[in-house]
């Protein structure tokens, strides 16, 4: 490299990417196709239209086109908070004193402080574009709320959000930014749909469930007129509309002539992982890279590394579409763990499909150690991590320093999806030494796996 | 102007400015000296040095030199995360209807989450240099506090941090960010120093304040073998530091070639307004531009507004020298509010003497005002601003409305010094509607302006 590598790789605002990359498009084995859970038949547009927008239901179902043209008013809202930090980590290979160069892209300076904010845009646009009036959606940690509930305010539509019981109590403040934007939040289980009425009934004092918030959000949307259901997760439109991270990220290497040899991001429904490899992969379906690609979750949910790839329900209420996918079981229970957006037990399918074949790698991480990394990293990179993301920083140190041993001067990109600013709880915790691991006994396992529906294709394709 | 502006103003890593610019070189009368509180004679770098470090001290008498040159060592530190974003408020302009253009510098992307990380990284780089082993300071909301403890993380120096401690114990995840950063906190007042126990014998219930975590931490940098004390605001050097802000504004707005007509900051100690307008008003002072700027300041704490210029301490407990500057007196008690780093009863002498000699406008708003403007602000342009910040948001909101009026296409340019994400309990009284617009009585000032101390130069040259 002739010139020196700033310490932020830049694009101006005319190179952020004006499409998405579809990464089926390059699959020669596609992913299987969502079943609906009655039929077990492939579902449709129309079968899904009647809970999601039109036009993220066309890219749901879009295997083929392999760039999807970001709309003007989407590109508007992307750049007042894009391009994202490209960051040489130059403090972080200094001491680690490592041979490998290591790049991180960062998705936590939006005030949503996530990578969320890249999809709801999207979503929202649609839904406005198609004349709806309202959307709705769950969450559970908040980021997927708060994007949610900025993206409703810049482009004027209601948002009602069904935040997890526990949560909302646990962080007010979650609940007061997401009500500034507007949003109306209301806390699940709630006596406003007949999903969280039968649910208080049964046990008046539960502190929610993301399951739960989905099947409130669901009722409420298909009730409302002129309005829909959005989701920021699992699906593979938010993966596509997530791969603005990747496309950057390679633009801006591309600049310099760089190619990630390693690429690493944390794992919980896929959208920030499959978002920053999608370009990359591209190029290795194509026979072009000969990148490695790890995808890092919590030990304590360890879908990857321990689950099946079976058809599965997307909620614990056994209530969605089915997916193909590595599941642990809808009816896993993970222990309790500080990186809440890894605790999912499915994941998306074109992640799942790429990792059954030998195109991804995946590993378990203890928490205790996650966040050794990550203290570590923000001392000398200054950055305050998310939980989750801290996931890819202790994979892309524990790369580093085995470059460290052999001597190569590998080229390492990781995905830090977020900031740390509303999980100080958790830091908290890791100063007191109160973390906990939990491994998960196969036994618990076992108990995830039988909630798996018994459907012919399971048995036959699991892995 | 022929091409179209960027939503983000962006500069080069090479373009990160070099130099800090001395406002007061600019000045053909500089601000009154510094005086000993017993002697009441102008103090010298021996006697500063015997509490703050020796570059430092340097750069607070330093009057006359216009450039001083940023080390490489923390030319890197800067690196980390700077530039911070200059942003074309387009979504501003178009929501207000205004045919003013709207830009602002945003310092809260870095993990402190304000503008005073630009001065944290000089102190602990020259502390270092100096061959110092740790330093103490104090913080109030905690930003300093949270500043200075990644600037320490990162040059590899202790830092003791005393947080007053009913701020330790209304925002524990403030303290937990110091502490995760390696630094030691200790509410204050403690028993750690001679000062705190006598403040804890009179009243052992206190919930202390800034001024006596002043005093602990003065104390025990004094005690302490190859220690100093370090300050986040006020003081010269600091302004001097975070005259980065207005050279990166100016060198990225001279590339599309746009001189600002107004230029907006909020006030407190005047670190943030004085850093960002520095370069700016020395073109001013040398007759080169015919900008205004406007001071924003609370009503309930209204230092430019309503304060007189005279000699006074820079604490409650009257320990420190006397700065010639505009006060309320180091015994006024502002009124609640929740811009804590605007209720600081005195201002930095250079501003205060511009604003005596006509160079600074100066306005004051209610909190109840700023909050709509920040919340207009943030619906459209998606950055939760810090209450802080939000007022220069407010002032910046009316002037571009003024211009609706009469036309007038002015180019205004405002500081938005901070984020919002420690402040959300603000928000929360906001959105409850329990925020309260205190406007102090003229008794109330005058109990302020009593404890003023009577020197002979007060009563010639007050305003």
Redesign the interface.
């Known amino acids: 490299m002739a010139a020196k590598i ?3 790789l ?1 694009l ?3 190179e952020i990417p004006k499409y998405w990359y579809n990464l089926r498009s390059a699959m020669k084995e596609k992913p299987q196709p969502i079943l609906h859970p009655g039929t077990l038949e492939p579902i449709d547009a129309a079968g899904l239209e009647a809970v999601f927008c039109q036009e993220p239901v066309k890219q749901e179902l879009d295997e083929t086109t392999p760039l999807i043209p970001i709309p003007e008013g989407i590109q508007d809202f992307y ?3 894009r391009p994202s930090g490209l960051i040489r980590a130059y ?1 972080l290979e200094k001491v680690l004193g490592t041979p490998a160069e290591i790049y991180y892209k960062f998705e936590g ?3 949503s402080g996530s990578h969320k904010l890249n999809s709801a845009g999207p979503q929202a646009y649609y839904a406005k574009e198609e004349g709806l009036r309202s959307l709705t959606t769950e969450t559970g940690a908040g980021q997927w709320g708060t994007a949610m509930a ?1 993206a409703c ?2 482009y004027g539509l209601d948002l009602t959000v069904f935040m997890v019981k526990v949560s909302a109590e646990q962080k ?2 979650r609940k ?2 997401i ?4 949003a109306e939040l209301i806390p699940s289980p709630s006596e406003t749909t007949e999903a969280g009425k039968a649910i208080l009934a049964q046990d008046p004092h539960t502190t929610g469930s993301l399951g739960c918030a989905i099947s409130e959000a669901i009722e409420r949307a298909m009730k409302t007129d002129k309005c829909r259901y959005v989701l920021g997760s699992v699906l593979n439109h938010v993966m596509l509309h997530q791969s603005i991270i990747g496309q950057e990220a390679k633009a801006a290497l591309d600049k310099y002539g760089i190619s990630p040899d390693i690429i690493i991001g944390c794992a919980g429904g896929g959208s920030n992982l499959g978002g920053l490899i999608a370009p990359f992969m591209g190029d290795k379906l194509a026979g072009k890279s000969q990148a490695r690609f790890i995808a890092v979750e919590p030990i304590s949910c360890p879908t990857f590394t321990r689950g099946r790839y079976a058809y599965d329900f997307g909620d614990t209420g056994k209530t969605t579409p089915l997916i193909k996918m590595m599941t642990l079981g809808s009816g896993f229970i993970p222990a309790g763990s500080h990186a809440g957006g890894l605790r999912y037990h499915g994941m998306n399918s074109t992640l799942s499909k790429l990792f059954v074949d030998g195109y991804i790698e995946a590993r378990s991480e203890r928490q205790s150690e996650v966040f050794d990394a990550a ?1 570590q990293f ?7 991590p998310a939980p989750e993301s801290a996931h890819a920083i202790k994979a892309a140190m524990d790369e580093a320093l085995e470059c460290k041993k052999t001597g190569e001067k590998k080229v390492i990109l990781f995905g830090l999806s977020g ?1 740390g ?2 999980d ?2 958790a ?2 915790a ?2 007191d030494k109160t973390l906990k691991d939990h491994v998960p006994t196969q036994e618990e396992l076992d108990r995830g796996f039988a909630s798996i529906p018994d459907i012919p294709q399971n048995s036959s394709m699991e892995k």
Do not use: C, Q, W
């Not at 009500?179 to 507007?182: K, L, P, S, V």
């Not at 923000?378 to 305050?384: D, F, S």
């Open positions: 700033p310490t932020r830049h101006d605002e005319e750049r007042a908070y403090f300076t939006n005030t900025m305010a810049f007010p403040y007061t930014l009500e500034t934007y507007g203290v923000m001392k000398v990179e200054g950055i305050l900031t600013y509303f100080l709880s830091f908290m890791y100063n």
